[in-house]
Structure formats: C-alpha cells, structure tokens
C-alpha cells in the first residue's frame, strides 16, 4: 500500500520569506500523481499545486513550487515570499493513476505552517 | 454549482445511537470517498467509491458502513457509536482521471460522548 510521510509536525516563517515543507512516499508504481492542499482554520481543503509523475518539470503556481524527485520518492513544497494568509495546515498526498492501483487518494499527516509577522 | 454538499455540519451523539452523515455532488464525478480528520493522524480513509454499486475498505472501516445506489450520493452511517469517532469528518468527490482535484465537502464535526 502507498505511504505518505510529512516529517515536519510543525513549521515556522517570518513574513515574505520562503519556506519548504518535505513531503516522502512510498510506491512501487511508475505512474501516479501527487499533491499538496492547503487547510487553513476553516476546514476547507483547498488545492496549492498538483503534479504528475511522468512529468520531469518541477509544477509551479505563482509563489508555490514542488521540488520532485522521483528516485528518491521526494515531493516538497517550497512557498516563496510568504504572507500571513499562508498559515495553515498542509498535507501532501498521492494517487495512483487509473488502472494502476486502488485510485485511493493517501494523504500525510499534515505539516502547521505558522507565519510570523 | 453545489460542489459537494456535507450535512451536519456538528453532531453530538450518545455512546450507542445512530446516525448517517450525508454526502451529496452535483458534479457527475465517479469517484468518492470518506475521511476522517484527528489531531496528528491527518486525513485517513475510511471507505470509497469508485461508481454507483461499487465501495471498498480504506485504512480505518471499522465502525462504519456506506453504500453508493447513485452517482450522487455517498453516505456514511454509524452503526453504534464510540467516543473512539469523535473525529471531524470530510467526503470527497473526483473524476476518475487521476491528476483531477478533490473537491471536498465543509466537513462534520462529531462529538461522541
């Protein structure tokens, strides 16, 4: 079964600087996609940035950006310039591409990101 | 658009009662799926769908029970309820094609005492 470990319980960072959450997985497949999501104290899960893993280029959206590495089974998440409203809890997750494997969607255990101002 | 719509939002239960949360999307996706949400333990999966008719196990099933007789609906119902599920819960819903968000419900809140 895939596994997805965030080792980073909590994290902290001062306002417009960047920070990196770590995210490692565990598969025996080729094909999969991979995600991070964002749950700020509403509850609400919100999607930051996707990847596929037959894709080489590293997934960008504005301030966020993924470092993949698929031999190491490697997948964090760098937040350049950060703002207050980036506090929240962040989980990696991964998903087997269809037909190959369950579809189940796995997720960490999540990583606090405090933002100080 | 609706999105996925969860209801309750809170519940309290007694130790043994009933209940089924409610997890409906408008969105024709064919894959669903429940979780549950406790402090540290991020977000486990508890049963999924991957179609009408169809339901499989996730990491953590016991206790809980869901059926899928249409695209739309996905309930989860507790059978006999624990202080053990005392959790928050949330219902997710997707296409099928992988690389497709979740799109989540707004959670429940369950307080089992």
């Known amino acids: 079964a895939q596994t997805v470990t965030q080792s980073q319980p909590e994290m902290s960072v001062q306002e417009a600087e960047t920070v990196t959450l770590s995210c490692t997985y565990d598969?025996?497949?080729?094909?999969?996609?991979l995600f991070w999501y964002k749950q700020p104290p509403s509850r609400q899960m919100i999607l930051v940035i996707r990847?596929?893993?037959?894709?080489?280029q590293n997934a960008t959206e504005n301030r966020f950006s993924v470092n993949f590495q698929k031999a190491a089974k490697s997948f964090s998440l760098k937040i350049s310039d950060s703002q207050l409203g980036d506090a929240a809890m962040y989980f990696c997750?991964?998903?087997?591409?269809?037909?190959?494997?369950?579809?189940?969607?796995?997720f960490g255990k999540g990583t606090k990101l405090t933002v100080n101002p | 658009n609706a999105g996925v719509t969860q209801t309750p939002k809170f519940q309290v239960l007694k130790t043994g009662q009933s209940m089924t949360l409610q997890c409906a999307q408008d969105m024709n996706h064919e894959y669903m799926s429940w979780y549950r949400q406790d402090p540290g333990m991020g977000l486990r999966l508890i049963h999924y769908s991957v179609g009408a008719g169809i339901t499989d196990q996730g990491e953590v099933p016991n206790g809980y029970n869901v059926s899928r007789s249409t695209t739309e609906d996905f309930p989860l119902r507790l059978l006999s309820a624990a202080p053990s599920q005392t959790s928050v819960y949330f219902c997710a819903s997707s296409p099928r094609t992988g690389n497709t968000e979740a799109f989540f419900g707004q959670g429940t809140r369950l307080t089992v005492v």
């Open positions: 598969t025996s497949e080729s094909d999969y996609y």
């Open positions: 990847q596929e893993a037959y894709k080489q």
């Open positions: 997750a991964y998903r087997s591409a269809p037909g190959g494997g369950s579809e189940k969607l796995v």
